[in-house]
C-alpha cells in the first residue's frame, strides 16, 4: 500500500488526489473504519495490563505475611519472583519463588498483528478516500487488497485463538493451584494461603475484540472480492449460462 501510494502521487497517469467521504457510507469504507477501531482496542485492552498475585506465609516469627509478585505484559511469568515473606526469609526456609510459565509468544503475536492490522487500515483508508479512481482502474491492486484481507482473517483466527488459550494459563499459572508446586510452602511450620489476583477482566475483553476481528475481516473478504476481477468474470460466466 505504501508503494501504491508513491505510484499514486508521482505516476503522470494518475488523476491524483480526490477526496471522497462518501465511501465511508459504503460498506468497504464503514468496516474498513471499524476493523480500525477494533484493532486499537485489542492491543489497548492487552499490551498495558499489570496485575499482581498475593498469598498470605506464615512461618517462622512471622504470621499472615503478604508477599506477592507482580507480572505484566508479555507475561514472562517465569521471570517473575515473589517478594520474600521476611529479611531473615522465614529462618531459612524460604527461598526464591517464581511463577511458571512464558507466555509472550502468544501476546506478542497477538498485539504486533493488531498494531500492523491498525497501520494497514490507515494507509487503506487514504486509498478508499483518497484514490478510489486509481484503486478501481487497476485490477492489481483490489486482488492485493483481497489477498491481504484474507490473510490478515487467518492471522485473527489463529492470534486470537492462540492468545485465548495462553490467558487461561496465565490464569492456571496465578491462581490458588500453584501452592502445591511451591517448595517453601512445604517446608514445616509454613503455611501459604490464596489471597487475591489482579482482575483479568481487560484481557478478556482483548479476546473478544480478537473474536470481532475475526468476524469483521471475514466478512470483509467479500466486500473486497466484488471489486475484484474475479467478481465480474463469475458474474459475466453466469450471465452467459
Request: aromatic share 14%; net charge positive.
Amino acid at each position: 500500500w505504501c508503494g501504491f501510494l508513491l505510484t499514486a502521487v508521482v505516476s503522470p497517469r494518475m488523476a491524483g488526489l480526490r477526496v471522497d467521504f462518501g465511501l465511508f457510507l459504503e460498506p468497504l469504507g464503514f468496516i474498513k473504519v471499524l476493523e480500525w477501531i477494533f484493532s486499537i482496542f485489542a492491543f489497548a485492552t492487552c499490551g498495558g495490563f499489570q496485575g499482581e498475585m498475593t498469598l498470605l506465609v506464615s512461618c517462622k516469627g512471622v504470621v499472615n505475611k503478604t508477599v506477592t509478585a507482580a507480572f505484566a505484559y508479555p507475561f514472562r511469568l517465569n521471570t517473575v519472583i515473589f517478594s520474600a515473606p521476611d529479611p531473615k526469609r522465614c529462618g531459612g526456609t524460604w527461598t526464591d519463588v517464581y511463577l511458571m510459565g512464558n507466555f509472550s509468544s502468544s501476546v506478542q503475536f497477538f498485539v504486533t498483528l493488531a498494531v500492523l492490522v491498525f497501520l494497514y487500515c490507515i494507509a487503506a483508508l487514504v486509498v478508499y478516500i483518497g484514490y478510489k479512481h486509481v484503486y478501481q482502474q487497476n485490477s492489481k491492486f483490489p486482488l492485493t487488497d483481497l489477498a491481504i484481507t484474507v490473510v490478515i482473517a487467518f492471522l485473527w483466527l489463529v492470534s486470537t485463538f492462540a492468545w485465548a488459550k495462553a490467558l487461561a494459563d496465565i490464569k492456571m499459572s496465578t491462581g490458588a493451584s500453584i501452592i502445591p508446586g511451591i517448595e517453601s510452602c512445604k517446608a514445616p511450620g509454613t503455611t501459604c494461603r490464596f489471597a487475591s489476583v489482579t482482575s483479568m477482566g481487560t484481557l478478556n475483553v482483548s479476546v473478544v475484540f480478537g473474536l470481532l476481528n475475526v468476524v469483521l475481516w471475514g466478512g470483509n473478504v467479500w466486500f473486497v472480492y466484488k471489486d475484484t476481477n474475479l467478481h465480474n468474470q463469475s458474474n459475466r460466466i453466469s450471465k452467459k449460462k
